[in-house]
């Protein structure tokens, strides 16, 4: 199998429940599957489900949610060594599907530089799929990916003042 590049970007809410469908599938076809958060360090319901199913591992990459604020210097420290940690896994070879969840958001606030990423992508081994999501994704990684999905948010209950809903949104 020759890995491919996905991109799943846009203003609406799905992205990492994509990203996540699709490791559940690979996981159920008995590929092993990487899923990196980036910009995450807050409490989400995805790692408890996913300790669970074989063949899938999980770790986050941030500290807390500063998309309220500017990120501080810990925080693009630790998407630093998130993404150091996930080359030597990319490189590795030894998962068929790696998620880079939220990577977009790093890049679009500077934690993560593109030019690291793209050459990631083109140094990967053949086989490994990658998965990169988040909103803002740029013109270089949409033009340099397989397949981009754009998910566009056309009515959300957010809206109406509808809080965080526990196992709908974490």
Known sequence: MTGKVQGYTGNGKGKTTAAL??????????????????????????????????????????????????????????????????????????????????????????????????DLINRRPAHVELVLTGRYAPGELLDLADLVTEIREVKHYYQDGVEARKGIEY
């Open 21 to 118: 469908g699709l490791a559940l599938r690979a996981s159920g076809a008995g590929l092993k599957v990487f899923i990196g958060q980036f910009v995450k360090g807050m409490h989400y319901h995805e790692p408890d489900t996913l300790e669970h199913l074989p063949n899938i591992s999980l770790k986050q990459y941030g500290l807390d949610c500063f998309i309220v604020n500017e990120p501080m210097q810990n925080d693009i420290d630790a998407a630093k060594k998130g993404f150091t940690e996930m080359l030597r896994i990319v490189m590795e070879g030894k998962y068929d599907l790696v998620i880079f969840d939220e990577i977009n958001i790093a890049l679009y606030y500077k934690l993560i530089e593109i030019d690291e990423l793209l």
